[in-house]
T-cell receptor
Framework: AQSVTQLDSHVSVSEGTPVLLRCNYS??????LFWYVQHPNKGLQLLLKYTSAATLVKGINGFEAEFKKSETSFHLTKPSAHMSDAAEYFC???????????????FGKGTMLLVSP | DTGVSQDPRHKITKRGQNVTFRCDPISEHNRLYWYRQTLGQGPEFLTY????????KSRLLSDRFSAERPKGSFSTLEIQRTEQGDSAMYLCASSETTSGRAASTDTQYFGPGTRLTVL
């Protein structure tokens, strides 16, 4: 079984300051991990994904995440927040499943990022 | 590439009525997924198609729910005898398999969703 825990339901930062959104996962197999962002009234957009290559993954809009197997974590960071980053962020795990034929995504409950001027 | 589209975007219905939603995936994506998202929660998996075959259904998909993908292209999700607890955002996603690559590495592209309100 796979699961995801997003440790903060809300994170507030000031524009120009660093962003840290925390995520821990549990997986029975070799997982792939994703971060998606959801802006109000818009669809989920993929920020970045980890698929067992480099542990430091760079995504769009200056975001990056580091896969740490020993800590079962996949935290999302950005050096400097922008007002347009305000949205809800989901950490997602995907298992290869027992027969590797398919997999499904398991989402965390989301972290709402608030950016103040 | 126009992305994943869903229709309608909003649906308001009375309890007990049937509703049907449509999803058009990105062309040539052979995998299609349905998810449900309630307020304050992340999306939860409902069901999955590879081409026209429905390969997995979540326990969340009760007997009142049925999904089809008759020609391996668009998909429909029908809810019969709707209940207030069915009120949610219904999301569709699609992905493309690549030979030799594990399915877990697929990137799923999401549509904008259909928001269902059951009165």
């Amino acid at each position: 079984a796979q699961s995801v825990t997003q440790l903060d339901s809300h994170v507030s930062v000031s524009e120009g300051t660093p962003v840290l959104l925390r995520c821990n996962y549990s997986s029975s197999y070799s997982p792939s991990l994703f971060w998606y962002v959801q802006h109000p009234n818009k669809g989920l957009q993929l920020l970045l994904k980890y698929t067992s290559a480099a542990t430091l993954v760079k995504g769009i809009n200056g975001f990056e995440a580091e896969f740490k197997k020993s800590e079962t974590s996949f935290h999302l960071t950005k050096p400097s927040a922008h007002m347009s980053d305000a949205a809800e962020y989901f950490c997602v795990v995907s298992d290869k499943g027992p027969n590797s034929g398919y997999s499904t995504l398991t989402f965390g409950k989301g972290t709402m990022l608030l950016v103040s001027p | 590439d126009t992305g994943v589209s869903q229709d309608p975007r909003h649906k308001i219905t009375k309890r007990g009525q049937n509703v049907t939603f449509r999803c058009d995936p990105i062309s040539e994506h052979n995998r299609l997924y349905w998810y449900r998202q309630t307020l304050g929660q992340g999306p939860e998996f409902l069901t999955y198609f590879q081409n026209e075959a429905q390969l997995e259904k979540s326990r969340l998909l009760s007997d009142r729910f049925s999904a089809e993908r008759p020609k391996g292209s668009f998909s429909t999700l029908e809810i019969q005898r709707t209940e207030q607890g069915d009120s949610a955002m219904y999301l569709c996603a699609s992905s493309e398999t690549t030979s030799g690559r594990a399915a877990s590495t697929d990137t799923q592209y999401f549509g904008p969703g259909t928001r269902l309100t059951v009165l």
